[in-house]
């Protein structure tokens, strides 16, 4: 079963554009991942933040975590249309541990 | 390999028929996790393994699935007698528990069930 919800389900934005995703648990994480997944295509690992960190940067990439709150947002700076994918976070209870996903985000960037 | 490999890339097969999937993990990683993509949005988690053993089997049903990943060779996934409803993209995943556990994936095997 999911872990948690991602909001917004699809969000729809023009090239250049920043686009941020939000993603909540249910509980305790030791890691929060976040995938993306081209149409019909696997996962690409992204980014992951540990539960001590409150902040991670990748590239255009920027990943929070909150704890307390049980939430995590990714935010893509000046999006591009190669960027158009589902965004998944998924968290893991353990290093080693299985991966519960949430539920995705449909970004689509439009040129 | 640096890549994590999953053949075939899809896979048709009758109801009641054998379905047999394979994965090679990236070289060096111990970890190997197989998921179930049913739906475009929902991952459902089927089986670990640490080496050659298997590490939590919490999501497998255990009647028609089992899964071996046996010393040099691919670990594979087998679903006897498959139904309509395993119809669904497997993916396999590998991490290295030295570092900090990311999970890399393959690009899946897509089973269509008729």
């Known amino acids: 079963s999911q872990q948690g919800e991602e909001d917004p389900q699809a969000l729809s934005i023009q090239e250049g554009e920043n686009a941020t995703m939000n993603c909540s648990y249910k509980?305790?994480?030791?890691?929060l991942q976040w995938y993306r997944q081209n149409s019909g295509r696997g996962l690409v690992h992204l980014i992951l933040?540990?539960?001590?960190?409150r902040e991670k940067h990748s590239g255009r990439l920027r990943v929070t975590l909150d704890t307390s709150k049980k939430s995590s947002s990714l935010l893509i700076t000046a999006s591009r249309a190669a960027d158009t994918a589902s965004y998944f976070c998924?968290?893991?209870?353990?290093?080693?541990?299985?991966?519960?996903f949430g539920e995705g985000t449909q970004l689509t960037v439009n040129p | 390999g640096e890549e994590v490999a999953q053949t075939p890339k899809h896979l048709v097969r009758g109801e009641g028929q054998k379905a047999k999937l394979y994965c090679a993990p990236i070289?060096?990683?111990?970890?190997v996790f197989w998921y179930q993509q049913v739906l475009k949005n929902e991952f459902k988690f089927l089986i670990s393994?640490?080496?050659?053993?298997?590490?939590?089997e919490t999501g497998m049903p255990k009647e028609r699935f089992s899964a071996k990943c046996l010393p040099n060779s691919p670990c594979s996934l087998e679903i006897q007698a498959t139904k309509l409803e395993d119809s669904a993209v497997y993916f396999c995943?590998?991490?290295?528990?030295?570092?900090?556990?990311?999970?890399?994936f393959g690009p899946g095997t897509r089973l269509t069930v008729t």
């Open positions: 393994f640490q080496n050659e053993n298997v590490f939590d």
């Open positions: 509980t305790s994480i030791n890691n």
């Open positions: 998924a968290t893991d209870a353990w290093t080693g541990s299985r991966l519960t």
């Open positions: 933040i540990r539960s001590n960190e």
């Open positions: 070289k060096g990683h111990s970890y």
């Open positions: 995943a590998s991490s290295q528990r030295r570092e900090d556990g990311e999970q890399y």
